[in-house]
Structure formats: C-alpha cells, structure tokens
C-alpha cells in the first residue's frame, strides 16, 4: 500500500506519496513521489492509496514546502526514494545537483551522462526529466532548452516560470 496526503501550495494542491515499505524501512521512511494533481503523468492509481497525512515524512515535506514558498531554500534535506530505471535515476541525481535559483540545458545534462560513461540523448534526458516523480524537490524546473527557453514541465510551463521566478527573487 502506498500512503499518501494532498497538500495546499500557493500554485495548487499537490499529492505527495510515500512507500508502504522498501527494504525492511518502516511505512513512510521515503518519499516516492510528489505531483501537481492533474499534472501530466499523474499516477493514475492515486486514488486508491492511504490517506496518511500524519506520517512523519509527510510532516516535513509541509515543512519544507512552507519555507520553500516563503522564499526560502529549504534547509532540511527529505528522504527521497524515486522509483526508475537506472538512466531516469542517474538523470535525476544530477537535477538534484541543481542549486537553488540556477538552471542547467537538456543538453549540460546529457553531456554530464555521457561523461559518467552513459549513452544519452537529449530527447532522452527530457523524457526523464518528465517523468521525475518528485516534483519541486527534485528540481526538474530549473531545466530549460538550449536557448534558455522554458521548455515543457509536467505540471505545465506556468507553474515551472512560478517556480523559477520564487526562486530567482530569494
């Protein structure tokens, strides 16, 4: 079973969802995922998973959404665990390499995969990046195209300039 809890943001209800249990760790240890509801590639089982808003790292995920809404860089680090394949996983360990308030190109990505000794492409990389299954947190928005522009984001172009924007002026 999956826990979930829906969360109240300034850009819209979000859905966070955590492991039941993955290797031996109690419920609730990892984050597994965090969307904007209705986003592209929202689970489409959503609906049938727990509602646990108290769970402990549901707790700080509100926390940590809190102070990074305010303007702030969030100081606590959450424990994250996204399910992918190995190259979605390697391109989403870079994204969170990120700092707060920079943006890296599809194609800086691809370049760092290829130098990790990986086969890539950018349309390979954006599918990835599409498909980063915690949103915000691992910061697939502050990935633009080779000419700075504001290309696709799952929870819509929008959101991404708003998330860019919050973080440009802290």
């Given at each position: 079973m999956i826990h979930t809890t829906v969360i109240d943001t300034p850009l819209g209800l979000v859905q966070a969802a955590a492991n039941d249990s993955i290797e031996g760790e109690k419920p609730g240890a990892y984050l597994t995922g965090l969307w904007f509801i209705g986003q592209k590639y929202f689970p489409a089982n959503a609906k049938k998973w727990l509602e646990s808003p108290y769970l402990p790292v549901f707790v700080s995920l509100n926390e940590w959404l809190k102070e990074y809404f305010s303007g702030k860089k969030p100081a606590a680090k959450l424990p994250l665990k996204p399910q992918g394949t190995p190259f979605q996983l390697e391109v989403w360990k870079i994204l969170l390499k990120i700092p707060y308030g920079r943006t890296i190109t599809y194609g800086e990505i691809t370049a760092k995969i290829k130098s990790a000794?990986?086969?890539?492409?950018?349309?390979?990389?954006?599918?990835?990046?599409?498909?980063?299954?915690?949103?915000?947190?691992?910061?697939?928005?502050?990935?633009?195209?080779?000419?700075?522009?504001?290309?696709g984001y799952a929870g819509g172009t929008e959101k991404k300039l708003a998330l860019l924007e919050l973080e440009k002026g802290s």
């Open positions: 000794g990986m086969k890539a492409s950018a349309q390979a990389v954006g599918g990835a990046v599409g498909h980063n299954p915690i949103s915000i947190i691992i910061p697939c928005h502050r990935v633009l195209g080779a000419d700075g522009s504001l290309t």
